[in-house]
């Protein structure tokens, strides 16, 4: 406790001392103290401003202890969001967004993210699982099956042209 006492006053002084933080995330890390770790992470966020791969990698472990630990699902969602503009082809960012949105019931704004996802996929298999997922989506939540078939034209087009689901989804809409 003492120690962290100290290197507060020094990152109080100095907040973007770049040894305090480390010290304060160690300390905070190691005694569990989640909601300091998380203020100290928000500081380190705005010191690595000139170094995008580690703070992409500081909001990351800011979004993950946000939505586990402290279940702060605004605040996670701030974070994820925050990765996708430091690095835009994050698929665990782009997970968990799709997570977030499908909880909250966002459903354009899930079309969008899944969209990213089935371009992003590098196996033709889950390609096509994420494009019937948002095809559904087009369909039972926003209710606009036109879409959901031209979602589903592009799956069996582009990505699974034997996808049975696909084939039947399309002749139902049909």
């Known amino acids: 406790p003492r120690a962290a006492e100290r290197w507060e006053e020094v990152a109080r002084l100095d907040p973007g001392d ?3 933080l480390e010290a304060l995330t160690t300390l905070y890390t190691e005694s ?3 909601p300091e770790l998380a203020r100290i992470l928000d500081l380190q ?7 995008p791969a580690q703070q992409a990698e500081c909001v990351r472990r800011l979004a993950l202890l946000a939505e586990g630990p402290l279940n702060d699902r605004p605040r996670a969602q701030k974070y994820w969001e925050t990765l996708l503009e430091l690095a835009p082809g994050d698929g665990e960012a782009l997970e968990a967004l799709s997570r977030i949105y499908e909880n909250d019931g966002d ?3 899930l079309i969008r993210i899944l969209e990213r996802r089935v371009a992003l996929a590098t196996e033709p298999a889950r390609a096509a699982e994420l494009a019937l ?4 989506v087009l369909d039972e939540q926003l209710q606009n ?7 589903l034209e592009h799956l069996l087009g582009e990505l699974d042209p034997r996808n049975l689901t696909a084939n039947q989804r ?4 049909y």
């Open 145 to 151: 099956p036109t879409e959901a078939a031209a979602a």
């Open 133 to 136: 997922l948002r095809a559904q």
């Open 170 to 173: 399309l002749r139902a809409l």
């Open 18 to 20: 770049a040894r305090a």
């Open 107 to 109: 459903w354009a704004t």
């Open 32 to 34: 569990e103290k989640l």
């Open 45 to 51: 966020v705005e010191r690595l401003s000139a170094e």
